[in-house]
């Protein structure tokens, strides 16, 4: 059975980083996607970036150039390099995994079947 655990959340100022972790374990896709999302306090769960198997990454726009998604397979852990956080990264950070059907991955939660119960970073100006 999947379980997935993410870590490393925290408070942190403006303009520092933070990087989460996701242990999993249980799945056996060889083509898979593997993603963040984050749900900010009263808003909708909103995609931050996924990864498939082969490596290739998909970032939501207002993260793009400040966020890093990567894996080591070797461990089953994905991470999230958040760096230049500001104060509407604020949120509840889960991890996600699923499989991939088309040719590439997604930023839409109904792709993932799997998920962590979430890390919660908060970020002050």
């Known amino acids: 059975q999947e379980h997935m655990v993410e870590s490393g959340g925290g408070s942190v100022q403006a303009g520092g980083s933070l990087r989460l972790s996701c242990a999993a374990s249980?799945?056996?896709?060889?083509?898979?996607?593997m993603a963040w999302f984050r749900r900010p306090l009263g808003k909708d769960r909103e995609g931050v970036a996924t990864i498939d198997e082969d490596g290739m990454t998909i970032y939501e726009d207002s993260v793009k150039g400040r966020f890093t998604i990567s894996q080591d397979n070797a461990k089953n852990t994905l991470y999230l390099q958040m760096d230049s956080l500001k104060p509407e990264d604020s949120a509840l950070y889960h991890c996600a995994a699923g499989y991939r059907e088309g040719a590439a991955c997604h930023l839409r939660d109904w792709d993932y079947n799997y998920w962590g119960q979430g890390t919660q970073v908060t970020v002050s100006s």
């Open positions: 249980g799945y056996t896709y060889s083509t898979y996607c």
